[in-house]
C-alpha cells in the first residue's frame, strides 16, 4: 500500500513537472508528458515486483520442495524399520512355534519309550495286588486290567488336560487354573486321578503321567500368555516325581530353559508328598523356587504346620478344603481360629485359597474370613482343553470308568 502511494506521489511530480514544461512549450504536450512519465514509471515498478514475487515464490517452492523430500526420507526409514521389526516379530514367533513342535515331538518320543519300558518292568513284576489279579473296588474292575488300560493310555499318549478356574473373592474373577490330567482308554473310557494314582504310583508310571501334563501345561501357558499375562496355571507333581532321582534332575533343567513362563506356572504338591519328601526333596523343590516358580500345597490334612518352613522353602500358596475353614479347624490341629487364619498365613507371606467350594453359603462364611481366592465347583467344573482355550468337556459314551467329582 505504502508503495503504491508513493508511485502517485511520483507520478503527481512528473505531473507537475510537465506542466511546467507545459508553460514553456504549451500546456497540453506538457501534460501528455507527464503521463507518459507516469506509465512508464508505473510499468518499471510493476515489473520489480514481479521479478521480487518470482523469485520469493521460487524461494518457497524451493523450501517446499526440501520439506517434501525430508518427509519422504523420514517415511521410508520409517518404513524400513517396520519392516525390520516385522521380520524380527516374525522370525522369533515362528522360531518359538519351531520350538514348541520340536519339543512336543521329542518329548511325547521320550514318554513313549519312557512308558514303554517302565510298563515291560510291571508287566514281568511277580506279586503284588496286580500281579495276583485281586479285583479293585472301582465298580468290579480288575487291578490287573485297570493298570493294563493306564498303560496303554500313556503308550499311544491318550492324556488329556483340564483346567479348573481359581477366582479371587469376592469379585468372582478367574486369576489362575489348576491342570488336571485324566486318562482314556481305548474306547473313551476317562479314568480320573483319584483311580489311576493309586494303580499307576506303585508301578512307577506317575512320571510319565506328570511329564506329559508339564508339556501340556508349558503350552498352554504360552498361549495363555498372548491374550492375558494375568493368568497362572498350576501344575499338579506327584510325590513319586518329586522323590525320582533320575527324572527331577531332567525336570529341573527343563525349567530353567522356560524361567520366563515362572511368572505364570505354579507346581503344585499334596501336603502328603511334602511331609514325606525327605532332605533330597526338600532340596528340590528349594531348586525349583531358585530358578522363579512358586510352589504350592493342597490336599491339606493338618494345619499344624511350620509356616516359616514352608516360605523358606519356596511356597506361596496353601489350597486348604472349604469345610475345613467352615467347620474342621480344630480337627486339622489349627492354631487359631478361622477367622484369624488367613491373617496369620499372610505374616508368612503365604496366600490362603479355599478349594472345593459347592455352595453359596459357604462363599458367605468364605468373605467373612477375607479369603481372597476360592476354587471348587460352584465357579466352574475342570474342562478339557481344545486347541487353545477350555472347553465343555465331553461326556464318554458307555465309559467303563465312571466320571467322579475329583479333581
Known amino acids: 500500500m505504502v508503495r503504491i502511494l508513493l508511485i502517485v506521489i511520483y507520478a503527481l511530480a512528473s505531473a507537475t513537472i510537465g506542466c511546467l514544461a507545459g508553460m514553456a512549450e504549451g500546456l497540453s504536450t506538457g501534460i501528455l508528458c507527464g503521463f507518459i512519465a507516469l506509465l512508464l514509471q508505473i510499468q518499471v515498478d510493476t515489473a520489480v515486483l514481479r521479478a521480487r514475487d518470482a523469485k520469493a515464490q521460487k524461494k518457497e517452492i524451493a523450501g517446499l520442495k526440501r520439506s517434501g523430500a525430508e518427509v519422504q526420507k523420514a517415511m521410508a526409514e520409517t518404513k524400513a524399520k517396520m519392516e525390520e521389526v516385522t521380520k524380527t516379530v516374525e522370525a522369533r514367533h515362528s522360531a518359538q512355534n ?123 501357558v504360552r498361549r495363555l500368555m498372548n491374550k492375558n499375562r494375568g493368568i497362572g496355571v498350576f501344575c499338579n507333581i506327584s510325590g513319586d516325581t518329586l522323590r525320582d532321582a533320575e527324572f527331577f534332575p531332567q525336570f529341573l533343567d527343563y525349567m530353567q530353559h522356560n524361567r520366563d513362563l515362572s511368572g505364570q506356572i505354579v507346581f503344585e504338591f499334596a501336603q ?15 531348586r525349583l523356587n531358585d530358578i522363579g516358580f512358586s510352589l504350592s500345597m493342597d490336599n491339606i490334612k493338618t494345619l499344624a504346620l511350620d509356616f516359616g518352613k514352608l516360605k523358606a522353602t519356596g511356597f506361596n500358596y496353601l489350597k486348604v478344603r472349604a469345610d475345613t475353614l467352615t467347620r474342621g479347624m480344630g480337627a486339622a490341629g489349627a492354631a487359631v481360629a478361622a477367622e484369624d487364619f488367613k491373617n496369620l498365613l499372610a505374616r508368612h507371606g503365604l496366600n490362603l485359597i479355599a478349594e472345593r467350594v459347592e455352595e453359596e453359603k459357604t462363599v458367605v462364611q468364605l468373605l467373612d474370613y477375607a479369603v481372597d481366592f476360592a476354587q471348587g465347583y460352584l465357579f466352574g467344573e475342570p474342562r478339557a482343553v481344545r486347541g487353545d482355550t477350555p472347553k465343555a468337556a465331553e461326556k464318554p459314551a458307555g465309559a467303563i470308568i465312571p466320571l467322579r467329582r475329583t479333581a
Open 272 to 286: 502328603d508328598a511334602v511331609l514325606k519328601a525327605g532332605r533330597e526333596g526338600e532340596a528340590n523343590l528349594k
Open 98 to 220: 519351531r520350538k514348541i513342535v520340536t519339543e512336543l515331538q521329542v518329548l511325547e518320543s521320550l514318554m513313549r519309550e519312557f512308558a514303554s519300558r517302565i510298563s515291560d518292568k510291571a508287566k514281568h513284576e511277580k506279586g503284588g495286588t496286580a500281579a495276583a489279579g485281586k479285583p479293585a473296588s472301582l465298580d468290579g474292575v480288575a487291578e490287573p486290567e485297570l493298570l493294563e488300560m493306564i498303560r496303554a493310555s500313556l503308550e499311544e499318549n491318550r492324556v488329556d488336560l483340564y483346567l479348573q478356574p481359581t477366582v479371587s473373592l469376592p469379585q468372582r474373577k478367574v486369576r489362575f487354573y489348576e491342570a488336571l490330567s485324566r486318562l482314556r482308554s481305548e474306547n473313551g473310557s476317562v479314568i480320573m486321578p483319584a483311580q489311576y494314582i493309586k494303580i499307576a504310583a506303585p508301578a512307577g508310571l506317575m512320571s510319565v503321567v506328570d511329564n506329559l501334563l508339564l508339556f501340556r501345561c508349558v503350552q498352554i
